[in-house]
């Protein structure tokens, strides 16, 4: 609520009484820092916990996503239960847990502190890799086999996954082959595996050099909300896909 003005006279008693007492001067500064300290400590406190803003800086989740959408992702479905597929989930960098990338980055945690607070994180020279969050769909889970084609198209345990969401596959010569990498292997345990709706141009698994699956530890949450650009408010309902009846063809 606005402070209510104050008339030139009332002013004038103001400063008058505070220079009469500097005491309660000292106790309205300490009681305003408090203030500053608590309320900066729930917001982080809500922050850490619960939910928190995160906005789309690449055309990595295209169209599904825009670039400078604005979402928010909750913390607390998957301290109950793991993530599924079709869900869009916001996870650390790979340069944490990626074993070759991780030994080549800075992973001061002061510093991904400083980075993810408003405002202080766009000083310059304070990002790092390490410190930054992705963004991407869940296509396979704990034990399944997925292979994921030239084009970027996926199949698991050798039946085609029918992904609505994805309308830019990788571009491929006449022998089939393109500047996208494929995968066939195994989810392990308590991993997933997560790609960008935009095939052709995402960052993501397909490309780490220590593997392509995410650990569920890693991920920070999922994004349940957009709340900006104002047209397109409302929930990002996940798209349950699943592997069609028919095998793939050449698996």
């Known amino acids: 609520m606005p402070e209510p003005h104050l008339k030139d006279s009332e002013l004038g008693r103001e400063q008058d009484a505070a220079s009469a007492a500097p005491s309660h001067r000292g106790e309205s500064a300490w009681g305003f820092w408090r203030s500053v300290v608590i309320t900066l400590a729930v917001a982080l406190g809500i922050r850490h916990v619960l939910v928190e803003a995160r906005y789309i800086p690449s055309g990595s989740m295209l169209p599904a996503l825009q670039i400078q959408d604005r979402l928010l992702v909750e913390k607390l479905t998957y301290r109950r239960q793991p993530p599924q597929r079709g869900e869009i989930v916001v996870f650390r960098s790979p340069h944490r847990f990626d074993p070759v990338l991780a030994g080549s980055s800075d992973q001061n945690p002061l510093r991904c502190l400083l980075v993810n607070l408003p405002v202080v994180g766009n000083l310059p020279g304070l990002a790092s890799p390490a410190c930054d969050a992705y963004i991407k769909r869940v296509v ?22 029918d992904e609505p969401y994805v309308q830019n596959l990788c571009p491929v010569d006449a022998q089939g082959m393109g500047p996208c990498r494929t995968i066939n292997a195994v989810v392990p345990p308590d991993h997933v595996l997560a790609l960008g709706d935009n095939r052709a141009n995402s960052w993501d ?14 991920i920070i949450g999922r994004a349940f909300w957009r709340f900006y650009p104002f047209d397109q408010v409302g929930s990002l309902v996940p798209i349950r896909s699943e592997p069609s009846t028919a095998s793939s063809p050449g698996l």
């Not at 396979?140 to 996954?161: C, F, K, M, T, Y």
């Not at 698994?205 to 890693?218: N, S, T």
């Open 205 to 218: 698994g397909r490309f780490w050099p220590g593997g392509p699956f995410i650990p569920r530890k890693e």
């Open 140 to 161: 396979a889970l704990p034990g399944e086999r997925v292979v994921v084609d030239p084009l970027g198209q996926i199949s698991i345990n050798g039946r085609r996954l």
